[in-house]
C-alpha cells in the first residue's frame, strides 16, 4: 500500500468530495486504487474503517450521489457511474466483514434505500448485489435488517418493484438478499411467508418464476441442478420456507379472489414442494411429516371445490377450475411422496418414529376425498368406444370400389350422431388423477413387513384396517350419491318426492314436538 492509498488519504477524498462534488468520472478515478488495493490485501478493509472519519464522510458522499440520483435533471443520469463505483466499494468493505457490515447499514444503508428506490423507477442499477450483501452471513445484522426492511417495504414496496426488473442480475441479487435473510430462521421464515409486505415479495417471487418450469428438466429439483440460477434460487427459498416450519403459514395467509380454491402462485409453491419431497430424506424429516394434515386438509378443500358444483354450466363459467385440478394432482403427489418414503422406512427400521406413525395415520383421513375423486373423474372421461362385431363366416370379399366409398367421410348432415364424442383435451390429465388416485389408496392401505416394536406393528395394521374399511364406506357412499343423483335428474315427481322426506319438526327430550331450527324451516 502507498501513501496514496493510505486511510487517511482515502478519508481526505471522501470529505473533499463531499464538500464540492466534481463529475461522476472523477470519483470513479479516484476511487479505483482504492478499490484494487481491497482486491489485493483484505487487511484493508479493518485498516480504512478503523477511524471515527471514515463512515461519516463515506455517507455524505453517498447523499451527495443520492441527491443528484433523485434530481430531476441531467445530472440524474450522470450519477450513475459515480453510485456504482460507490457500491462496489461498499461490497469490497463488507464482504467477510460483520463489523462493516453493520457500519454499512446504520450510515450508508438509508442513502442505498434511496437509490434503489429511484432506481427501480428511473433505470436498473449497475451493481444491485451491494444491499444483499451487507447481510450476507451476519445473522445479527439479519434479525434486525429484514424485519425493518418488511416494515419499510409495507410503503415503499422496494423489494417489490426490484423484482419487477427486466435485469438479470437485479433480480439475481435480491433472491439471495431473501435466502440469506431467512436461511435457518424460523422466525424470519415466518415472516417472509405471513406478514402482509413478506407474503407480497413471496406472491412477486413466484409469479417471476411460475414461467420457467417447462424450461427445466423433469429431475432438475430433485438433483437440484437447474437451467436458471433464479429458478434455482426460488426453489431454495420455497424450500427454507420448509425445513423451518413455515410453510404451511405461507400457503394458508395468502391472499385468495372470491371465487377461487386455490391462485396461480399457490399452485407454484405447491410444485417447489412436490420437488423438494421427491427425495425420501426429505419426505420423512420431522418439517415435511408435520405437512401431512396441511395436504388432507387442502386436498378435501380443493375436492369439494372441485366436485360440489360439477353442473355444464357451472363449470362453463369458472375458469378457476384449471388451476383447482392441478392443485389436486400435486396434492396427491405430495402425499405419496411422503408414503412411498414411510413404507420404505418401514422396511428397514428396526423402530418407527411416533411422527411417522401419525403422519402415516392421518394420511387414510384423506381417503374420503380420494374416493370422491375417482368417482368424479370417471364422469370426465369420454364413453368406451363399442367393441367392432367379428365378420361371419359367410362374409362376401370386400369389393374395391365399394371399399373406397365407404372410406370417404359422410356429409356433415348424414352424420352419425351416436358416434362417441371426441375425448376432450384434458383426458391425460385425468387419467392422471385417476393413476395417482389409485397410487394413493394403495400406498394408505399398505403395510410392509418390518422388524418394529410390537407397538408400533399394532398401530401400522390398525392404520391399514381403518384405510381399507374408509375405502369400503366410500366407496359405496359414492355410488349411492351417483344413484340417488340418477334417479332425480330431469324426473320432477321423484324430486318431489324427496322434498317431501325432509322433516317437519323435530322431537325435544320429552317427546314435545318442536319447530325447527330457523336454516331448516321451509320458506
Given at each position: ?483 340417488i343423483r340418477n334417479l332425480l335428474k330431469n324426473n320432477q315427481e321423484n ?29
Open positions: 500500500m502507498t501513501s496514496s492509498e493510505s486511510p487517511e488519504a482515502l478519508v481526505q477524498l471522501l470529505e473533499r468530495y463531499a464538500e464540492d462534488p466534481a463529475s461522476s468520472a472523477s470519483l470513479v478515478e479516484q476511487l479505483r486504487p482504492f478499490r484494487l488495493a481491497l482486491r489485493s490485501t483484505s487487511d484493508l478493509r479493518t485498516a480504512y474503517t478503523a477511524g471515527d472519519e471514515f463512515w461519516p464522510a463515506f455517507a455524505r458522499v453517498w447523499k451527495v450521489e443520492a441527491d443528484r440520483l433523485a434530481a430531476a435533471s441531467s445530472d440524474a443520469e450522470a450519477a450513475i457511474p459515480a453510485i456504482a463505483a460507490l457500491a462496489g466499494f461498499t461490497l469490497s468493505l463488507c464482504t467477510h466483514s460483520p463489523q462493516n457490515q453493520t457500519a454499512a447499514v446504520a450510515t450508508v444503508e438509508p442513502q442505498l434505500r434511496r437509490v434503489l428506490l429511484e432506481a427501480s423507477s428511473f433505470v436498473n442499477l449497475q451493481d444491485p448485489k451491494s444491499m444483499a450483501n451487507l447481510v450476507t452471513a451476519n445473522p445479527d445484522l439479519a434479525a434486525s435488517y429484514f424485519p425493518e426492511r418488511l416494515r419499510l417495504e409495507e410503503n415503499d414496496k422496494l423489494l417489490q418493484r426490484l423484482l419487477a426488473s427486466p435485469d438479470h442480475g437485479t433480480l439475481h441479487a435480491i433472491l439471495i438478499f431473501i435466502l440469506n435473510s431467512i436461511h435457518g430462521d424460523p422466525e424470519r421464515a415466518h415472516l417472509l411467508g405471513t406478514s402482509k409486505a413478506g407474503a407480497e415479495v413471496l406472491d412477486r417471487i413466484m409469479i417471476v418464476v411460475g414461467t420457467m418450469f417447462e424450461d427445466e428438466k423433469a429431475d432438475a429439483m430433485t438433483q437440484e441442478h437447474f437451467t436458471s440460477d433464479l429458478f434455482g434460487l426460488s426453489f431454495f427459498i420455497v424450500q427454507q420456507l420448509v425445513r423451518q416450519g413455515a410453510f404451511e403459514a405461507a400457503y394458508e395467509a395468502h391472499a385468495l379472489m372470491p371465487g377461487y380454491a386455490i391462485s396461480p402462485t399457490l399452485v407454484t409453491l405447491l410444485k417447489f414442494l412436490d420437488g423438494h419431497l421427491s427425495l425420501s430424506a426429505h419426505a420423512t424429516s420431522p418439517s415435511s411429516l408435520a405437512l401431512v394434515p396441511f395436504l388432507v386438509r387442502q386436498l378435501d378443500h380443493l375436492t369439494n371445490s372441485l366436485i360440489d358444483d360439477n353442473s355444464t354450466q357451472a363449470r362453463g363459467r369458472d375458469a378457476a377450475d384449471a388451476g383447482t385440478f392441478q392443485g389436486v394432482v400435486l396434492i396427491l403427489h405430495c402425499l405419496c411422496s411422503i408414503g412411498l418414503a414411510l413404507e420404505q422406512e418401514e422396511e428397514v427400521a428396526s423402530e418407527i418414529a411416533p411422527d411417522q406413525v401419525e403422519a402415516s395415520e392421518k394420511m387414510v383421513e384423506g381417503i374420503e376425498s380420494v374416493v370422491r375423486l375417482l368417482g368424479f373423474a370417471q364422469t370426465l372421461m369420454p364413453p368406451p368406444t363399442a367393441r367392432p362385431a367379428p365378420p361371419s363366416a359367410d362374409d362376401s370379399p370386400p369389393h374395391p370400389a365399394k371399399d373406397a366409398a365407404s372410406a370417404r367421410p359422410p356429409p356433415a348432415a348424414a352424420a352419425d350422431s351416436s358416434l362417441p364424442p371426441t375425448a376432450p383435451e384434458g383426458t391425460a390429465a385425468i387419467a392422471q388423477l385417476q393413476r395417482t388416485s389409485v397410487q394413493f389408496l394403495g400406498i394408505a392401505s399398505f403395510a410392509s413387513p418390518s422388524s418394529s416394536t410390537a407397538a408400533a406393528a399394532k398401530r401400522i395394521q390398525a392404520r391399514v384396517k381403518a384405510a381399507q374399511d374408509r375405502v369400503r364406506v366410500a366407496a359405496m357412499r359414492e355410488h349411492a350419491l351417483f344413484t324430486q318431489d318426492f324427496v322434498e317431501a322426506l325432509k322433516p317437519q319438526y323435530r322431537v325435544g327430550q320429552n317427546g314435545e314436538l318442536m319447530d325447527l331450527p330457523p336454516a331448516l324451516r321451509k320458506s
